[in-house]
């Protein structure tokens, strides 16, 4: 690993900031924000970033920021998806207010990252994902967005996207899902299909032109890090 990582805590949230080796001071590189990533888990996928950097990819600043999952990502409140689940708390404008208010210029402050939101994306996968998207009607922040197997079931989500113009009105827009995601007996699970596929006619109707929509194999927890890291690599693309 030839770039930099350091572990961060504000306001109580463990966040862990890398910074390819390309930047420096007079060299700002654009920043992905990756909704509720640990430090292991960008451990994992740096050393394949900076393969693919070196291969011509555009390099960019990866920020994990820490979260509770179901508070931090549920955009307002809804009944339990699983047994014995508690109820989502709603809590993803408040998660979105400290990136966006809080952890973003904090950021842009202390390391070589370019501010604007053409240069700035955000990620993540399910109920990240979720909140990534969520992220892209609530705020301009951001002008990329890949929600990897986003839990787009969930309740009320597909009416207030269709009900609300993204604030960026040129930015891109991933999804992902697994082929075998929506073959389950789950009364929400088994809607993530068609439930993406809506959300897919939204954004290519809202944003004019065709999002894409990337179809893996296998269900909800097949080869995480690889789809992780094939949007990341779109991202790149689209905030270079």
């Known amino acids: 690993m030839k770039g930099l990582v350091e572990k961060q805590c504000l306001d109580r949230r463990e966040c862990v900031v890398y910074i390819p080796p390309s930047a420096g001071r007079t060299s700002q590189v654009p920043a992905v924000y990756a909704n509720?990533?640990?430090?292991?888990?960008?451990?994992?996928?740096?050393?394949?970033?900076?393969?693919?950097?070196?291969?011509?990819?555009?390099?960019?600043?990866?920020?994990?920021?820490?979260?509770?999952?179901?508070?931090?990502?549920?955009?307002?409140?809804?009944?339990?998806?699983?047994?014995?689940?508690?109820?989502?708390?709603?809590?993803a404008g408040q998660y979105l207010a400290f990136l966006c208010q809080t952890l973003k210029p904090w950021?842009?402050?202390?390391?070589?990252?370019?501010?604007?939101?053409?240069?700035?994306?955000?990620?993540g996968y399910s109920l990240g994902g979720l909140a990534a998207l969520y992220a892209l009607y609530s705020t301009n922040t951001f002008g990329a967005v890949a929600s990897i197997s986003g839990s787009l079931w969930y309740e009320g989500f597909l009416t207030f996207m269709d009900s609300h113009p993204p604030m960026q009105e040129h930015a891109q827009v991933w999804l992902s899902l697994g082929r075998a995601e929506e073959k389950t007996r789950h009364r929400l699970l088994r809607r993530i299909g068609d439930c993406t596929r809506?959300?897919?006619?939204?954004?290519?109707?809202?944003?004019?032109?065709?999002i894409p929509l990337v179809w893996n194999d296998g269900g909800h927890s097949t080869q995480v890090p690889a789809r992780k890291l094939a949007a990341l690599l779109w991202l790149a693309e689209q905030i270079a």
């Open 36 to 91: 509720g990533a640990q430090e292991e888990q960008m451990l994992q996928i740096i050393p394949k970033l900076e393969s693919a950097f070196c291969k011509g990819v555009p390099p960019f600043a990866l920020i994990g920021v820490g979260a509770e999952w179901e508070r931090d990502f549920s955009p307002w409140p809804a009944p339990a998806a699983f047994h014995g689940a508690g109820d989502f708390p709603g809590g």
């Open 198 to 210: 809506e959300a897919q006619a939204i954004l290519s109707r809202q944003l004019g032109h065709q």
């Open 107 to 123: 950021v842009d402050q202390r390391y070589p990252t370019l501010p604007q939101p053409a240069h700035t994306g955000i990620c």
